[in-house]
């Protein structure tokens, strides 16, 4: 009998018992999607919606264009950190697009926007693994423009992908991979989603009767507030990388940075322009505000940091370009183009100051994840009640005599940073004591590259010898001789 009972745990820790109870879980979940499905087919028959064609093709477009910000993303983090460390700090972005990729689909979706649930999460389980989604389900924006609700699903998924991903900045080079992906799992799960709910999702800081009313068009709030403080919390949490500030930690390529900051500031087209849900005047208004302020705010960077340093840098247009468009996002809907040259500009300055007070306050905030998003976004929010007008997006501000704005988004703004904070803070606390956060000294030192991906990004010291003489040159193996004129010349010195 204890043979048998011997036999059955070790059956039941096999792979092949790992399987089956793996296959069990599959079938149920299909078996409920079919059940699902099939009660959606014996309904009674509605009349299927008029889709907006244009709407469809351009929210299609910008789901695509936000997506392409999460390698924009990669590359420009990648570029400032150190050579053993460019793979470690683009897996960050890159994760997350199979991380919250999947928990979007799976629940986040019905979190952020089903049924609100007094005002604080949505819940809707037909939205759980999209069960309750047919291709002729719709979603209908604010002026009765239908776009099927697979693509405003998938549009709105590729904001909640990016947020923590923005988030890694603050602590790249010096965290393990495994707990940075159980994070991000837990960050979207529980202050993303019910963040998202609260401004757009129908929950009490956004639009409607009894709600604060604060305007967010297309993420200031959600997105970069909370990013930014969490990225502050995570910095202060984990403390400085092993030599900062003491020693200068070179940036292995601004190339890969400013081709990031390139990708970042197209992709943003779509980030802003798409959260009209629709192809229209304020799609239009959005777009143009996007590219007004990016431009302004890399002006206005590249400007102090000359004034201060006596030389413009590419980092800093890059940060300067990054630094205007979070500052628009959440106004991009809402203000007039004159409007977005001044909150551009304000975010170029504002956030630079930031960046140097940094190293005065003494935290490491790797690469400026909180200068730039946390101060940007708050910035862009305050400004958005400042600046919003009605004939511009449908909602009033000091503008049309409504000063009771800027309080309301002082509030959202506030109360986005509290709770992204406070959630980050006990995600990283448990986290940290059940596996631990951060590497060890010898795997910092060694980089993250090789310590935990066994891969390099840069082999540099691998580089081989040409294989062709160059002109001028004559080769002995793998040398390369210097021509004898230079050999002359070099002797007598």
Known sequence: ???????????????RALSARIGTVVALLVLGGLTVTARAESAPPTAAPVFDTGATAWMLISSALVMLMVPGLALFYAGMVRRKNVLGTMMHSMAALGIIGIEWVVIGYAMAFGKSQHGLVGWDPSKVLLWGLTPDSAYVNGNGIAIPEYVFMMFQGMFAIIT????AGAFAERVKFSSY????????LLVYNPLAHWVWGGGWLGAGEGNIGALDFAGGTVVHVSAGVSALVMAIYLGKRIGYPQSVLQPNSLVLTFLGAGLLWFGWFGFNGGSAIAADKFAALAFTNTQI???AGALAWMLAEWFKHGRPTTLGVASGLVAGLVAITPASGFVSPPASIVIGALAGVICYAAVLVKGKL?????????GVHGVGGFLGALLTGVFASKIFGGSTGPVDGNYAQIGRQAIAAVSAAAYAG???????FVIDK????RVNRTTEIEGVDVAIHGEQGWMLDQTPAPTAELPGTSMTGDSIDLPARKRQTASTH
């Open 1 to 15: 009998m204890e043979k048998e009972e011997t036999n059955m745990r070790n059956h039941r820790g096999s792979p």
């Open 164 to 167: 923590p991903a923005l988030i």
């Open 181 to 188: 992906a159980v994070f991000t799992l837990f960050w979207g």
């Open 293 to 295: 302020a990016a431009a």
């Open 362 to 370: 003494g935290y490491d905030d790797s690469l400026d994840a909180f």
């Open 422 to 428: 406070i959630g980050t803070l006990v995600l990283i």
């Open 434 to 437: 059940v596996m631990g956060f």
